[in-house]
């Protein structure tokens, strides 16, 4: 069986859900950057495709990741339509922070998937995940935020949303 790539662009391309390639981009952007910045830390106990030198998994992992949560965040969440921007992003980081937690005790202690070059580093002491250096924590605990508030600024927005209610609000 092929895959033939100009059938999956031009699906993804002329879909409902072509307003939401924006999200994609942006999240593979950040994820490329984070993981040039951090490809030194990046050792698994598995072996996973890397090119040039940067490992594909945490690449994947974190495009995919952000880009679930935020489109899963902005369309199923009764309460953003209404609220400041400031809550949102409140609510956002709770919300990414539960996921993010629980898919690194789940990748850790299930899956077994453990990276070996942070391996020395205490993870966080309720789950015993998240094996990093403080700067590396502090990163990931940030990205999702930053994810957010960058689709915010650029003004992502979802389809069917007025922009005007998106765009940040200073005093509120």
Do not use: Q
Not at 66 to 82: K, R
Not at 137 to 166: H, Q, W
């Amino acid at each position: 069986m092929s895959i033939n790539l100009d059938s999956i662009y031009f699906y993804w391309a002329k879909s409902k859900y072509s307003e939401w390639k924006s999200y994609f981009f942006l999240a593979i952007i950040l994820s490329f950057t984070w993981v040039m910045i951090a490809k030194d830390y990046y050792y698994y106990n598995h072996n996973f495709v890397s090119i040039m030198g940067m490992n594909l998994f945490p690449l994947v992992g974190w495009a995919t990741g952000l880009f679930i949560l935020y489109i899963a965040f902005i369309a199923y969440n009764p309460y953003y339509e209404n609220t400041s921007f400031l809550t949102r992003i409140i609510l956002f980081t709770i919300f990414y922070w539960f996921v993010l937690i629980g898919a690194e005790f789940v990748g850790y202690h299930l899956l077994n998937i453990k990276n070996l070059a942070t391996a020395s580093y205490m993870g966080f002491p309720m789950c015993d995940c998240l094996h990093a250096p403080t700067w590396m924590k502090t990163a990931y605990l940030s990205m999702g935020p930053l994810f957010f508030l960058i689709c915010s600024i650029v003004n992502v927005d979802y389809p069917k949303r007025n922009r005007e209610s998106s765009r940040i609000n200073i005093n509120g």
